[in-house]
């Protein structure tokens, strides 16, 4: 299960005040741990808005492990390391003990920049961010490079406004330049020959912009 994270902390290397987690699937979880002395621009900014009342944190570890056991496997992803270093001191309960959790793994994504109904508060602004990452949907973008090669590439990709938005390379992988029968008649794909998102090498980076190209499941976003 893909879940979106956000914290609060006390300023730089603070200690956590909040922490937020939104699922894929829609369920929340959401506690705070209270801040007994707040930095200034803390108790000015997120004091205010955290909504509920502090939890003590063996409780709120015990609370965080039973929503985890919902899953099979975890992928956490957030827009800022810090958020994931909380996330990872929180499991800890003391020396060479921790809560129970299925299998995690970890992402800090540099391309979310959501706007939250409410800033500076953790459950909204992780609500912001899976709502735009969900946004982006894994794609095929396809294309020849300077008359090379052909290859497929598993991106991240959406439309925003029209306009085609190519996010975070995942893998990529040597194919024929035309989409196959099987890819069409699944309804995956079409062939769009003025759709030319970046070109990218054999480690993603970008190199062109002068190719064909075809994205399979780029969605309008807010259609």
């Known amino acids: 299960?893909?879940?979106?994270?956000?914290?609060?902390?006390?300023?730089?290397?603070?200690?956590?005040?909040?922490?937020?987690?939104?699922?894929?699937?829609g369920r929340e979880w959401y506690e705070s741990l209270g801040c007994a002395?707040?930095?200034?621009?803390?108790?000015?900014?997120?004091?205010?808005?955290?909504g509920k009342p502090a939890?003590?944190?063996?409780?709120?570890?015990?609370?965080?492990?039973?929503?985890?056991?919902?899953?099979?496997?975890?992928?956490?992803?957030?827009?800022w390391p810090e958020d994931i270093a909380h996330f990872c001191q929180f499991l800890i309960t003391g020396p060479g003990t921790r809560i129970d959790t299925p299998p995690l793994t970890m992402e800090v994504r540099r391309d979310l920049d959501a706007v939250s109904k409410v800033p500076h508060n953790a459950l909204e602004d992780a609500r912001a961010m899976a709502q735009q990452g969900r946004q982006f949907v894994p794609a095929y973008v396809h294309g020849v490079d300077f008359g090379?090669?052909?290859?497929?590439?598993?991106?991240?990709?959406?439309?925003?406004?029209g306009e085609l938005q190519?996010?975070?390379?995942?893998?990529?992988?040597?194919?024929?330049?035309?989409?196959?029968?099987?890819?069409?008649?699944?309804?995956?794909?079409?062939?769009?020959?003025?759709?030319?998102?970046?070109?990218?090498?054999?480690?993603?980076?970008?190199i062109s912009n002068e190719y064909r190209a075809m994205v399979l499941a780029a969605p309008e976003v807010g259609a």
């Open 166 to 206: 190519v996010g975070a390379v995942t893998e990529y992988r040597w194919v024929p330049v035309d989409p196959t029968p099987e890819m069409i008649a699944a309804g995956l794909c079409s062939w769009d020959s003025g759709m030319t998102p970046p070109g990218f090498d054999q480690e993603g980076a970008l």
């Open 55 to 79: 939890m003590p944190r063996r409780l709120a570890q015990l609370s965080l492990s039973l929503w985890l056991e919902a899953y099979p496997s975890v992928h956490i992803v957030a827009d």
């Open 148 to 161: 090379r090669n052909e290859r497929m590439v598993t991106a991240e990709v959406s439309r925003v406004d």
């Open 1 to 25: 299960m893909r879940i979106w994270i956000d914290t609060e902390f006390n300023s730089f290397e603070g200690e956590l005040i909040s922490l937020a987690l939104v699922a894929d699937d």
């Open 37 to 50: 002395d707040p930095h200034p621009w803390v108790a000015e900014n997120v004091m205010p808005v955290i």
